[in-house]
Nanobody, 123 residues
Framework: QVQLVESGGGLVQAGGSLRLSCAAS????????TAWYRQAPGKQREWLAS???????NYADAVKGRFTIARDKAMNTAYLQMDSLKPDDTAVYYC?????????????????WGQGTQVTVSS
């Protein structure tokens, strides 16, 4: 089993930055990819970005150029650097992990999920 714990969320003013972390524990040796999603109140979960052990990255158009996904080499921790934040970025942010090299947007491609961390961007 794999456990994922997100951290780094909080309240930030528009235009500011936050860096989210996703710490993995348990049977992490076979993890191959990590993704970030978010869900705002009343909206569906939205895929943001993915990264694999092959260092391939993939971004949703909505965050390309503002958000950057990264990970450590051991796949213990993944990060989401968020810059130029907007009030529309307010949501609960989740990380997800897969034992495959999948870096797409389908939530079904990721077997493990964290509990989420709240990000609030004030105007």
């Amino acid at each position: 089993q794999v456990q994922l714990v997100e951290s780094g969320g909080g309240l930030v003013q528009a235009g500011g930055s936050l860096r989210l972390s996703c710490a993995a524990s348990g049977s992490i040796f076979s993890l191959r990819a990590t993704a970030w999603y978010r869900q705002a109140p009343g909206k569906q979960r939205e895929w943001l970005a993915s990264i694999s052990t092959a260092t391939a990255t993939n971004y949703a158009d909505a965050v390309k150029g503002r958000f950057t996904i990264a990970r450590d080499k051991a796949m213990n921790t993944a990060y989401l650097q968020m810059d130029s934040l907007k009030p529309d970025d307010t949501a609960v942010y989740y990380c997800a992990a897969a034992r495959t090299y999948y870096t797409g947007s389908d939530p079904g491609g990721y077997a493990y999920w964290g509990q989420g961390t709240q990000v609030t961007v004030s105007s």
